[in-house]
């Protein structure tokens, strides 16, 4: 099966759970168990290969100039990693049917669960690192939606919060590790980098590549310092805790340190730091564990302690220390979900996880003790359980890592852990299922059906299997270690078996089993100790710290972000400044390369006009209709200035930009005062102008500059000019860049102004909806009105411009590609054409005769362009490439098609819809309820008024 659908199988499937949800539980569960058990069968079609030492390999391009492919890789490591994440999977689904009661939403759980599992197949599959980062945050976001899937509990909403901003951050940390080392490494795909070993480690780049990496490892599988993350995300269903601690999210991290061995692994800070957290994690971890009376929050603390076993393995970079670290994933995955799922059980059966409160329950639940001792004693390290074996190896490579100098620091701190671990596991089983039965248990304890203790009861068995016969795996562990390592080492192949002789890790094994046993034995003492010492409290420090930081924000944003745009305006003019000052005293400046070209009298006058109209506007601002006019005067004057400077595409835009502009703003003064009140006192005033007058006049200078020296780079419009008509058909290079170079873009701002228009209607509704509504139909004008409101010669005159400007519309739309115009230009030319019959003759004349929403209107030319951007697809080419041929129709000349000209007819459309909605939706505010707006086009009309005329009709 291809690679790309067993990746794709489990977000595909995730549409399916919610739709089978009102066919039942079994419909639900089984749709999800179908769609994970044909990934897990597409992922065993490439099993041969694997085995056979093949890479197989699978990509499309996809942001090729980013360097971001979606290209995925199979060998033997993501194997191994896939295997666990859907063959425990479907165990999880198996028992999660069955654990969820009837008031849980079962379509919900298995969506997220499948969500999740997509994304943790899609990071151990990735060849690209930036295609990893993907499914590397898609894991975060869907273990929170996990975590938090009970939101009536508290604790529940706390471990989801707390799991993503901890697992977040190191994201966003490992984000930039990732980009450091593709630039090291000259490419974004895995397999060449993991070719470039020596150029990686010789790098000066390679210290922050390897701290912001391990950032993000140890974030998501709960090293220390953070590992306090993962035992609060116990609050999930037991379902969620078992796949996350056993094969999925903490092992992320786990997974992208062993994929990451052979190029990182093998330095002196790889070393320290990777061996120095995973020891401190797994003693800490182990000890906490011991005292926890929580069934999962002692499993999540183990947890903990054998990632930080697995991570000091993994830390010693010696290829049997990677071995052994493949070699405890293994048996790890496989004791651990038995034991959350026992735990499950236990919860479910006794309605209590408090060991306490249990005791005497291999009475009462024999299969489930049966299950959950084997475990724990795997747990613990007893022999002919897998647990041992890979503990074995873990105490040998212990013995041989020096740290510090120190020949005895690493195997006295793993002979601690591991006596820890083996206190804590001998407790789960004498604590829970020994002693005497109790009569105060919540409810009566008793083994579940089959559908429950089935799955943890399969894993049991290979727990068993293996530690008996550790030969059936070892080629399977050999082929994953060997992924791992790649060519940087040899690797052993003798050590996976039961005994091995009087070595030293026998001895270190004894020691501690028998001091877990001895710790078990001295619990209650020794518990006193650990209640009465005093200690931190991750979670209490956790909570301060994101409350400071939260504190620290708030009074930082209070201070700036106080809704004063003058403010905003000024840091920012500020800043500017001060930065272009900063570049222009310290940088170097040519001597001018161009000569002033001589003004006359023409471009000196529209200067001096736009100069008055700006300075009018400063001091005339607050009288609002005569900023409007003057608005427009300065506007007018910069389409002379395009016109004077050949620019006749943006001529016309601006033009008929302002005329727009102009009727849709005085529509907008009808609902506000003359004049704008004084708000600001002088020394704010004084200052907003010495800033304003620095601004522009560093904006001048710095324009000045420029416009009298060479272009430091070729201007990318040479590009343009040599490529519009040879790469868009068209010879106006304007519009080849609005529907082709840059169509991307103007897809975009259609878009906004789509989105534009519909929020005024949507404010509009809102405001005719609600107690405004009285007050703006109640509304008295505060000047006379004109009493002929629908002129004659108005009338008149728009009906007769009407024709003609639409048929200038259209000559202006299809000249557009190769002349000045375009769709944009002509949308604004006929929407001044349909405005104008508003102004003439009313809302209510001009709405009765509208045959086509606005609404629609914008959302056809919005379709429109996408679908013809979308069309490039089909030819190989990327999105909004366009295409051209010419055709000639007898008797007519040889013309162009282009698909532009599709292109353009969705810029016009959205174009028109926009302007006319945002009219129309002034133009319902603007009623009166004293008014009544007249149905006919004017208001005088001689046949309508004559009473002989209206007997006549009559």
């Known amino acids: 099966m291809s690679l790309f659908l067993i990746v794709a199988l489990p977000f595909l499937g995730a549409l399916l759970p919610g739709l089978m949800n009102s066919a039942g539980r079994q419909a639900c569960a089984g749709i999800t168990f179908t769609v994970t058990l044909a990934a897990f069968i597409g ?96 894991t975060s976001l869907s273990s929170f939606l996990l975590i938090g899937y009970w939101k009536h509990l508290p604790e529940g909403r706390q471990g989801a919060r707390m799991a993503l901003t901890v697992t977040g951050m190191g994201g966003l940390a490992m984000v930039g590790g990732m980009l450091i080392l593709g630039q090291i490494a000259g490419s974004y795909d895995l397999s060449v980098i993991l070719q470039n070993r020596e150029l990686i480690q010789e790098s000066p780049l390679y210290l922050p590549a390897l701290l912001l990496i391990l950032l993000g490892c140890f974030t998501k599988s709960a090293q220390f310092p953070f590992h306090f993350w993962l035992p609060h995300a116990m609050a999930a269903p037991t379902p969620v805790s078992a796949y996350l601690h056993s094969a999925t999210m903490v092992k992320a991290g786990i997974f992208l340190m062993a994929r990451m061995w052979p190029v990182l692994s093998g330095t002196p800070e790889w070393f320290v730091i990777v061996t120095t957290a995973g020891l401190i994690t797994m003693v800490i971890g182990a000890f906490i564990a011991v005292f926890k009376h929580d069934l999962k929050a002692l499993l999540a603390f183990s947890t903990v302690s054998h990632l930080g076993l697995i991570t000091m393995l993994l830390g010693t970079g010696t290829a049997f220390g990677a071995m052994a670290a493949v070699f405890h994933i293994l048996n790890h995955a496989t004791f651990k979900a038995a034991l959350f799922m026992s735990a499950g059980i236990v919860d479910h059966e006794a309605h209590t996880r408090d060991i306490r409160r249990l005791g005497g329950l291999r009475h009462l639940m024999p299969i489930t003790f049966v299950i959950a001792t084997v475990a724990a004693l795997s747990m613990a390290g007893i022999p ?88 059936l795996v070892q080629d399977f562990v050999f ?55 005093p200690r931190p409290e991750a979670k209490t420090i956790f909570e301060a710290l994101i409350a400071g930081v939260v504190a620290a924000a708030r009074a930082f944003t ?187 873009d103007t897809y975009g701002e259609i878009i906004v102004l789509g989105i534009a228009a519909l929020l005024i209607y949507a404010l509009t509704e809102t405001l005719l909806s609600g107690p405004v509504r009285a007050r703006l139909l109640n509304r008295k004008p505060d000047q006379p009105l004109a009493g002929d409101m629908h002129p004659t010669m108005m009338v008149v005159l728009t009906r007769v411009i009407m024709p003609v400007v639409l048929m200038v519309g259209f000559y202006i739309f299809l000249r557009g590609h190769n002349e000045p115009g375009g769709g944009f230009i002509a949308g604004l030319v006929v929407s001044i054409a349909v405005v104008m019959q508003y102004m003439a003759s009313g809302f209510s004349w001009t709405s009765a005769r509208l045959r086509y929403p606005y609404h629609g209107v914008i959302g056809a030319g919005v379709l429109i362009a996408g679908l013809t951007g979308i069309g490039s697809w089909f030819v190989a080419k990327p999105f909004l490439t366009s295409d051209f041929t010419y055709v000639r129709i007898p008797p007519f000349q040889e013309f162009e098609l282009a698909t532009a000209a599709l292109f353009d007819l969705g810029v016009f459309l959205a174009v028109v819809g926009a302007v006319m909605l945002s009219l129309e939706s002034f133009s319902r505010l603007a009623r009166r309820a004293h008014v009544r707006d007249s149905e006919h086009p004017m208001d005088i009309d001689p046949s309508r008024d004559d009473p002989e005329t209206a007997e006549g009709r009559a």
């Open 43 to 138: 992922l065993l079609t490439n099993a041969p290969a694997v085995f056979a030492g093949e890479v197989v390999q699978a990509g499309v391009n996809w942001l090729p100039a980013l360097g971001m492919n979606f290209t995925l890789m199979l060998d033997g490591l993501g194997f191994f990693f896939a295997l666990l994440i859907l063959g425990i999977g479907l165990l999880i689904i198996t028992y999660g049917r069955f654990y969820l009661s009837r008031d849980d939403n079962m379509g919900e759980f298995f969506t997220y669960l499948l969500l999740f599992q997509g994304a943790m197949v899609g990071i151990v599959l990735s060849d690209n690192i930036l295609l990893l980062l993907v499914f590397w945050e898609l």
């Open 384 to 471: 002919l359980l897998n647990g041992f074996l890979s503990k074995e190896m873990m105490l040998e490579e212990a013995h041989h890592t020096v740290l510090f100098g120190s020949h005895w620091l690493v195997p006295a701190l793993a002979v601690v852990g591991s006596l820890f671990s083996a206190a804590y596991s001998f407790r789960l089983i004498a604590h829970t299922f020994f002693g005497p039965k109790r009569d105060d248990y919540p409810a009566k304890p008793h083994d579940p059906g089959p559908g429950m203790w089935m799955p943890p009861a399969i894993l049991v068995v290979l727990v068993v299997v293996i530690g008996v016969a550790p030969f």
């Open 558 to 744: 209070h201070k700036l972000h106080n809704g004063a745009f003058s403010r905003y305006g000024a840091i920012m003019a500020v800043t500017v400044i001060a930065a272009g000052y900063f570049a222009w005293t310290t940088g170097t400046v040519g001597a001018a390369t161009r000569e002033m070209q001589p003004a006359g009298p023409v471009p000196i006058a529209g200067w001096v006009m736009l100069v008055a109209a700006t300075g009018a506007l400063v001091f005339q601002h607050r009288n609002r209709l005569l900023s409007l006019i003057l608005i427009g005067i300065a506007g007018l004057m910069v389409s002379v200035g395009f016109v004077f400077f050949s620019a006749p595409d943006l001529a016309m835009t601006q033009i008929t930009v302002e005329v727009v502009t102009i009727i849709l703003l005085l529509l907008a003064l009808n609902f506000l005062p003359n004049h704008t009140p004084v708000e600001s006192d002088v020394m704010r005033r004084t200052r907003d102008a010495v800033v304003a007058l620095a601004g522009g006049l560093a904006a001048m200078g710095l324009s000045f500059h420029y416009l009298m020296r060479e272009a430091v780079t070729t201007p990318i419009s040479e590009f343009h000019l040599a490529n519009s008509y040879k790469g868009g058909g068209g010879t106006n290079v304007v519009n080849v860049i609005l529907v082709d170079f840059r169509g991307f």
């Open 479 to 533: 082929m994953v270690a060997k992924a791992v390592i790649g060519d940087v080492a040899p690797l052993e192949t003798k050590y996976i078996k039961i005994w091995h002789g009087l070595v030293p890790a026998l001895f270190m094994s004894i020691a501690a089993v028998v001091g877990g046993l001895l710790l078990l034995a001295a619990f209650r003492p020794a518990l006193r100790l650990w209640d009465a010492a």
